[in-house]
């Protein structure tokens, strides 16, 4: 297993920033009618997740760090519901969302294991 030396070592972090540029790529596709709404609240929710493990590494303390782990996997769900909604609304495809949910589903599960490990040190 690679040391860890800091958050960006971090592999969720790393798929994070990742998911980030798909989601901005994503996102232009959406109509300018929603350049405020959905593109705006897509952004923000993507961006919030690589930020928050980030931030979390760097408090002092593990409370503190769960509690922004936590806050990263609330914006990866709020990013789901608004991908979700795209779909609903007749703005993005399958095809073009699924790949996003997958990936969605896949740092959650890395999300939980990282909070349930920081929380046992």
Not at 67 to 91: A, D, K, M, N, P
Not at 93 to 104: A, D, F, Q
């Amino acid at each position: 297993m690679a040391t860890i030396r800091n958050y960006k070592d971090l592999l969720v972090w790393q798929r994070g920033m990742t998911l980030v540029e798909e989601v901005y790529r994503v996102a232009k596709q959406l109509p300018r009618t929603e350049i405020w709404g959905l593109t705006s609240q897509m952004r923000r929710a993507a961006v919030s997740i690589p930020s928050n493990i980030a931030e979390g590494y760097g408090r002092q303390t593990a409370g503190e760090y769960t509690y922004h782990l936590c806050v990263s996997r609330g914006s990866l769900l709020e990013l789901e519901t608004q991908l979700l909604l795209t779909e609903r609304l007749g703005f993005l495809k399958n095809p073009i969302t699924s790949p996003l949910l997958t990936e969605i589903d896949q740092q959650n599960r890395m999300l939980s294991s990282l909070i349930s490990k920081v929380r046992q040190s």
